[in-house]
């Protein structure tokens, strides 16, 4: 995959959609390498964590969720 799709892909993802680009800005990047790829702000999907909230964690928080699944086997009677 081409550096330069990614950093496209960057620019659709954001945080906030204002700093997207347009469609029609996303089609002009991809069809010409002359257009200049400004710099990706933040990330829509970027999670930031304080230094002093990581530090506080137990080792029993440090898993990112613990879920409790119940499993159901069907049988034909």
């Known amino acids: 995959m081409s550096s330069r799709i990614v950093w496209i892909n960057a620019l659709c993802v954001q945080k906030y959609p204002e700093d997207m680009p347009t ?3 996303v089609v002009l990047m991809l069809v010409s ?3 200049a790829l400004p710099k990706p ?3 829509g999907f970027y999670i930031e964590r304080s230094s002093k909230e990581t530090h506080e964690r137990s080792p029993a928080q440090s898993s990112p969720s613990i879920n409790e699944v119940t499993m159901t086997q069907l049988e034909t009677r």
């Open 41 to 43: 702000k933040q990330l």
């Open 23 to 25: 469609m029609s800005s």
């Open 33 to 35: 390498d002359i257009v």
